[in-house]
């Protein structure tokens, strides 16, 4: 199956700051996206990205297929913004939702 | 309107016991799906459902695991003779078309 890297594994912001987050993908992937979770353990969908840029208010997200790596992008962050935040994709040929998952970043923003 | 709903939200259990998860999609939403969480990791795939057809079970862990959506509506997961190694956030998604949307879990606890 494929493997998904997250980087950084660990991030620290005071709040207002901007955070870049990674998604490296060992192959082609269908169906790319990226939740947040929140410290009580919800998942919140963020984007449906498989290529291209997207923006919803203070994230966006890019995702260059043929380099096989996604961007999500954190503006003027607040403490509410903390979390972990997770990419996932599927391979080619396997159900659309059977997503593999990054191991997350962990986002603390301090006020 | 209402998000996916998931019953009960924590869970003890000896080992041994068997325990039954229950997942109510969002209304009209054809595909459902189930993963596990590990502590410290992303959520891993475990079944996919389309309707009350359970399209793809290639996630679940062993034969002890079973799940169903006998009128294409809510989901059960059972887990028979649960041993330590079951201890997880068991999540539920259910999704209109490509992007997933996920209830707030199970916490499974196997003493």
């Known amino acids: 199956g494929i493997q998904v890297e997250q980087s950084p594994p660990d991030l620290i912001l005071q709040e207002g700051a901007n955070s870049t987050l990674r998604c490296n993908f060992s192959d082609s992937v269908n169906n790319l996206q990226w939740f947040h979770q929140n410290p009580w353990g919800q998942l919140i969908n963020l984007f449906y990205i498989p290529s291209g840029t997207k923006q919803n208010g203070r994230l966006s997200a890019t995702t260059v297929a043929t380099e096989r790596y996604s961007l999500l992008y954190i503006s003027s962050s607040q403490t509410t913004d903390s979390g972990v935040y997770f990419c996932a994709g599927n391979a080619g040929g396997t159900s659309y939702g059977k997503l593999t998952f990054g191991q997350g970043t962990i986002l603390t923003v301090h006020p | 309107g209402a998000g996916v709903s998931q019953s009960p939200r924590y869970k003890v259990a000896k080992r041994g016991q068997d325990v039954a998860l229950r997942c109510d999609p969002i209304?009209?939403?054809?595909?459902l799906f189930w993963y596990q969480q590990a502590l410290g990791q992303g959520p891993e795939f475990l079944t996919y459902f389309q309707n009350e057809a359970q399209l793809d079970k290639s996630g679940l862990p062993s034969d002890r695991f079973f799940a169903e959506r006998p009128e294409g509506s809510v989901s059960t997961l059972k887990i028979q003779r649960t041993q330590q190694e079951d201890s997880a956030v068991y999540l539920c998604?259910?999704?209109?078309?490509?992007?997933?949307?996920f209830g707030s879990g199970t916490q499974l606890s196997v003493l």
């Open positions: 209304s009209g939403h054809v595909s």
């Open positions: 998604a259910s999704s209109p078309s490509e992007k997933l949307f």
